[in-house]
């Protein structure tokens, strides 16, 4: 009997003790569950921290870069530099005619003609600012140069003076509104027969109209090809401008031309001529 109560009890302080060890378990892992929560929160502040100098400064320098200084900069530009800031946009007679910063396609003989154009899907495209990409050992480039000078000698068959470069080649951006004045000059002769003025008349215009360097080194002098058209226009004592129909065809002007530019963008034909 004493055997059976002895085994009795210990049973009883086994099972105690297993209780109390279930128990004690919960309990022991609460703290630890507590302090990987702890933990977590503490890394989720810590990412916050580090998060917001920089969503403050990418808002900021996006207002700044973004909204301040461009409107600062278009502000002081049309307030110091209006015509500039404005595209340097050209009228005559009320009508906007262009840019002095893009090329215009020019064809008819009484006209100066500008540079080539490689731009497409036309020339002189302002949207499309480009070269032609075409080396000096490119067929097509060599082929299109000898066309500009055939153009250009049918143009003028008295004028037997070299063609200048610039007469022959596109510039790298396809829209330069300037020649040269050996360009200028060579092309004189022509622009006098045709408008019925002097050469001396029209040479003045010339050296009127040319631009010299930028800050006295940079570039060479140079003649906006559009300005002096418009200037030719005005100038009294000319001939009356031939139909349009009599013009110089495309095929015949120097690549990159078009016929619909026999005068300058956004003028009348009657216009052509300022003569009485």
Request: charged share 10%; proline share 8%; aromatic share 2%.
């Amino acid at each position: 009997m004493q055997t059976n109560s002895l085994q009795t009890s210990a049973s009883v302080a086994a099972a105690t003790a297993a209780t109390q060890t279930t128990t004690a378990a919960p309990a022991a892992l609460a703290p630890a569950a507590t302090a990987g929560a702890a933990s977590a929160s503490s890394n989720d502040h810590s990412l916050l921290r580090m998060l917001r100098p920089a969503l403050v400064g990418f808002v900021l320098l996006s207002a700044v870069t973004g909204l301040l200084y461009p409107a600062a900069v278009t502000g002081l530009a049309k307030l110091l530099f209006p015509q500039q800031a404005a595209g340097s946009l050209v009228e005559q007679n009320g009508h906007l005619v262009g840019s002095a910063l893009i090329g215009q396609n020019f064809s008819a003989p009484r006209y100066f003609w500008g540079r080539p154009s490689a731009t497409g899907p036309m020339a002189n495209n302002a949207a499309n600012s480009s070269g032609s990409n075409q080396g000096p050992t490119n067929t097509a480039l060599v082929d299109a140069v000898k066309g500009r000078i055939d153009a250009l000698r049918a143009a003028d068959p008295g004028n037997t003076a070299p063609v200048p470069v610039d007469l022959v080649s596109a510039s790298a951006s396809g829209l330069d509104p300037h020649i040269s004045m050996a360009a200028a000059r060579y092309q004189a002769g022509r622009v006098a027969r045709e408008r019925g003025l002097s050469l001396e008349a029209v040479q003045r215009l010339i050296q009127t109209h040319t631009e010299a360097r930028d800050l006295a080194v940079l570039g060479e002098p140079r003649v906006n090809v559009l300005l002096l058209n418009l200037a030719l226009d005005r100038e009294p004592g000319q001939k009356v401008a031939v139909p349009a129909a009599a013009t110089v065809p495309a095929a015949t002007a120097p690549a990159g031309t078009g016929p619909a530019a026999t005068a300058p963008a956004g003028t009348e034909p009657a216009a052509a001529a300022s003569a009485p």
